[in-house]
């Protein structure tokens, strides 16, 4: 071996000062993480290709003759044990003559292969496959279901320095990214359901491949040579330090698990089709490369999610957000309003100093740090970055702007400003104050100009990473229409007016609204008290479809029907009658429930684990159906108030109106003005009364919160009106239901403890990205979880070895 002696990191930069030499052993470095990475089988063998490409220093000989003669290891294996060793006191490969690009394209070959395997640790393939292979919980999977769950499964998708891997191979492209290749990966849910974390469990390389068992070997015989290795991993560092700054706020880095988790495969390719256009034949070129010419639409709806990634990743992640963003805004991928696309399997993953995590929303793509406190320092900062402090001139417009607030100087009033005024007032005022403003505002984010004030603002808010604004919800639309139709018959008449013809327009605008209104609210309420959201795959999460389907399933289930028809069954598309019919069985229905509770008693098994381990935090919820874990006057309250709905709707004259105003045919009279009148009234009060007790789907806010000395919380949410103060701490913070913090919808008359714990929910969105995760949360058999030390013969990563000496 060398005779020197081992280097300090400074000793190794004033040694290999050549740049070329630096960067080839920066990919060397890279390349051998790769392989290290991965997973082999127990017969793996070193290709012929991968053994002409390494190129031994003098030192790697020595090594190698070594293992050889006095180790019998077989040459191949020795050769590809001191690359992945890579350096001990001196390189053990010859960095300057080695021919990269033979060494990449043998380990590309095998990657191809599937000689080496690496796990596709996004989307939802690999965890259904882990569900079918895997009954218990894991912290570490076998050798033998490392393979079973790999060998039929795409190659996985990494980016690590400047290589890129994936189905397509390796390859070497101009821009680095940290998305390393890894084995211990996102696999599996444990079975507490108050869990909602995805857990990760460790694939096993085999143990009886040759380069692996004789790894030791290695580390023995360099040992004998010197105990202390050169400081290559803080040479390394130092070469590297520069590249990467952990405090940049648009750092895209985790772009690529948004794309992984957050679109389907659908919108994947119709992504790609928009990066094919949009990057002037560089992603076109790369996919003649992998072999894939013509049309895109073509050849991309035969690649599988793998794929898709492999080659939307030849592309740097602004170049991917550029395009995501414009897909969305141009309405190639749909996202609904109000719903915001996050990593799901990878709900981990976030770069630097501020926590960063890539989100997805109907107003395009952004950076959410993980604080709100970032997020305001990141608006200040862009408003502070619009006018120049060294230009007399615009600190005399800024000061001129702001001249109704307080301070000498513009400065001053500047800082008053932002501490006090709301984000979209602070935007409103600074960005849109000049054309200036608002073009290096929405350079800076990542915007276009286009779209009025409103959306502009909208947009900004967003990319910076405030909540977007509250939408309306739909009992808004109930009430504008049903304002609208009372002012019309409160209004005295001219002699323009056509009573009847004017009546029944405005009519039919509110008896549509109002249909909607109560069968969204009856839906609502249905799947709120009589769904089982503990074990859901999304807890306390509406879904509008589905909750729709179980509403209709089981209130017609309700009723006993007669020779096989019953009146008034739900519908997609109910009528008000139904409608009306509908709330009282869902009454009937919660009163049945009254003396059966033993039925839908909470197996044990099914609890959350801290319901054992601790009294700080309860579970309230002993049976399947949380209407029964409600307090008896809830109970009583909620049965009582959706039959006086249902018989004071009936009651109102508001059916016959209906009916009088849409269908006046024959004998039926239109009613007059003031019948209108007084049954809209009488509705008023009837779903005022169904408000109150939250069975109406209301967004609620957070408009103030306040936390004493002794960490005592008041949180002040608001709806429409209606304020609801709830104090902290909880004794059920633990259940799963959707933080204060966020848009949620409370159910005020489902008390569940004293004095105001009350059900409430999140919305979900019916879209293809709630499709693709539809009943995703599979957990494995409780108190059944196989640790690490019960796995004998679980293999090693082969991390764990070359770390001593990379």
Known sequence: ???????????????????????????????????????????????????????????????????????????????????????????????????????????????????????????????DAAVALIPEERDELKHGDTMRLLLDKPQGVFHDGHYLLGPFGLHRL??????????????????????????????????????????????????????????????????????????????????????????????????????VEMTNGRTRAWAKSFGLTGDVQNWSSKLDRASLLNLLLTEPDEALAEALDAAVQEGEIEVPDGEVRKPVVNHRARSGAWGLRSELSSMGYRIMPGSSTVTLLRLTSLARSLFDPASAEEMNDLAWLLRGHPGSTAEERLESFLRTASPRDILSTLVLSRELNAKKAAETLGLSLSGDDDFLLDAMLWKLGFAPNRRPDIRDDYWRNHNTLEKFVVTPLTSSDSTEESLRSVAVNYFVALERHLFDSLIFATWALLTDH????????????????????????????????????LSTGPVLADLVQGFLRLSDHLENLRGREAH??????????????????????????????????????????????????????????????????????????????????????????????????????????????WGRSSTLLRASGTEIRVSGPSSYELLGMPSLHRKVYLMQGAVFAA?????????????????????????????????????????????????AHS
């Open 174 to 275: 101009e821009f680095e990214r940290d998305l390393y290749p890894a084995t211990d990966i996102p696999l599996q849910h444990c079975s507490d359901i108050s869990c909602t974390a995805i857990h990760s469990v460790r694939l096993s390389t085999s143990r009886e491949a040759g380069v692996n068992q004789h790894r030791p070997l290695a580390s023995k015989v360099l040992r004998q040579i010197a105990n202390e290795p050169s400081d290559w991993s803080g040479f390394a560092s130092d070469l590297i330090e520069e590249r990467y700054n952990p405090y940049e706020i648009n750092d895209a880095s985790t772009l690529p698990f948004l794309l992984g988790d957050g679109l389907s495969d659908k919108e994947l390719r119709d992504l790609l089709k928009r990066v």
């Open 534 to 569: 503990s074990m859901a795959g999304r807890p306390f999460e509406f879904h509008l479809q589905s909750a729709r389907d179980f509403t209709i399933k089981t209130l017609n289930n309700s009723v006993e029907r007669k020779n096989g028809v019953e009146r008034n069954d």
């Open 1 to 127: 071996m060398s005779s020197s002696s081992a280097r300090t990191r400074a000793e190794l930069a004033a040694y290999y000062p050549d740049k070329r030499w630096r960067e080839r052993f920066l990919d060397l470095r890279t390349l051998v993480h790769i392989l290290s990475h991965s997973i082999i089988a127990s017969d793996f063998k070193v290709s012929d290709e991968l053994n002409r490409a390494i190129v031994l220093s003098d030192s790697g000989k020595k090594l190698r003759h070594q293992l050889v003669a006095n180790e019998s290891v077989e040459t191949k294996d020795a050769n590809l044990l001191c690359l992945l060793t890579l350096t001990h006191v001196d390189p053990l490969i010859d960095i300057d003559r080695i021919d990269m690009t033979k060494l990449v394209a043998a380990v590309s070959d095998m990657i191809r292969d599937k000689r080496i395997l690496y796990p596709m640790i996004f989307g939802r393939g690999l965890y």
């Open 600 to 709: 839908f008693i909470r197996d044990k098994e099914d609890y959350p684990r801290f319901v054992k381990q601790t009294d700080l935090q309860r579970f309230p919820f002993s049976h399947k159906i949380p209407y029964l874990d409600l307090t008896a006057a809830s109970q009583v309250s909620l049965r009582t108030t959706l039959r006086d709905v249902s018989t004071r709707l009936n009651d109102a004259g508001i059916l016959s109106a209906r009916n009088g105003l849409l269908h006046a045919e024959g004998k039926r009279r239109t009613p007059t003005r003031e019948e209108v009148n007084s049954a809209l009234d009488r509705a008023r009060e009837v779903l005022r009364s169904l408000e109150q007790i939250g069975c109406v789907r209301v967004t609620f806010e957070v408009v103030a919160s306040e936390t004493d000395q």
């Open 755 to 803: 004095p105001n714990e009350m059900l409430r929910f999140r919305e979900g969105f019916d879209s293809q990205y709630a499709d693709y995760w539809r009943d995703f949360v599979r957990r494995p058999e409780p108190a059944n979880r196989a640790s690490a030390a019960q796995m004998a013969d679980s293999g090693a990563d082969l991390e764990a070895t070359v770390s």
